[in-house]
């Protein structure tokens, strides 16, 4: 089974902090993608990337910055975290082509709280 | 752009029984895959079906199968038996083939009564 590893379940942090969101996959997958999650607004994507080093923006990129050294790790960073900021954070994977096309595997999530 | 709506925001069920979630979508392309997504409390998002734009026959996985109309551009999920287990937010999602991004809707929260 792919599996989708967000590192931190529920995070709190304060106005200002910068902020890491990691994600890992253990399938090999080529694409990875960050969506935020928020009531009535259903799944925004934020940024994806579909190789090392490789992103691009989404639909709400704007104070987000992403990295993705590994294949396995794509990380969403807040520079200077707003309250604005405070959603449920979604990473996702998929493999690049195949019967498998565009299928994503979600992680659990992060429950991002920003005071 | 590409839009995806979902005009039940919150729908229920008896366990059992039957229930459809709508879903339309608007585009202009013809290569393109739709999806149901389901997402239950505290857990992670998983798919539940997958249509292929080019295929006229419906998905079906065990109880939960698609209404694919092409071209009223609707794209509807029919539960059956429902159970208990199946109460969750359930996302409708659009890619055009050859890109690697989903567009989803906003979501329906089913519940499912005992």
């Known amino acids: 089974d792919v599996k989708v590893t967000q590192s931190s379940r529920y995070l709190v942090k304060r106005t200002g902090e910068k902020v890491f969101l990691e994600c890992v996959q253990d399938?090999?997958?080529?694409?990875m993608f960050w969506y935020r999650q928020d009531p009535g607004l259903g799944l925004r994507l934020i940024y994806f990337?579909?190789?090392?080093?490789?992103?691009e923006k989404g639909d709400i990129p704007e104070g987000y910055s992403v990295s993705r050294e590994k294949k396995e790790r794509f990380s969403l960073i807040l520079e200077s975290a707003s309250t604005n900021q405070t959603s449920m954070y979604l990473c996702?994977?998929?493999?690049?082509?195949?019967?498998?096309?565009?299928?994503?595997?979600f992680g659990a999530g992060t429950r991002l709280s920003v005071l | 752009a590409q839009t995806v709506t979902q005009s039940q925001p919150e729908m229920s069920v008896q366990e059992a029984e039957t229930v459809t979630l709508s879903c339309t979508y608007d585009?202009?392309?013809?290569?393109?895959?739709l999806f149901w997504y389901k997402q239950p409390p505290s857990r992670q998002m998983i798919l539940v079906i997958r249509?292929?734009?080019?295929?006229?026959q419906n998905a079906t996985e065990n109880r939960f199968s698609v209404n694919f109309q092409k071209a009223a551009k609707s794209f509807s999920l029919k539960i059956s038996d429902s159970q208990l287990g199946d109460a969750a937010m359930y996302f409708c999602?659009?890619?055009?083939?050859?890109?690697?991004?989903?567009?989803f809707g906003k979501g329906t929260k089913l519940t499912v009564n005992p």
């Open positions: 990337s579909y190789d090392v080093k490789m992103k």
């Open positions: 399938m090999d997958h080529e694409n």
């Open positions: 585009t202009s392309e013809s290569d393109y895959y």
């Open positions: 996702a994977s998929s493999l690049y082509q195949g019967i498998a096309k565009n299928i994503q595997y």
């Open positions: 249509q292929e734009a080019y295929k006229q």
């Open positions: 999602g659009w890619a055009q083939g050859g890109s690697e991004k989903l567009v």
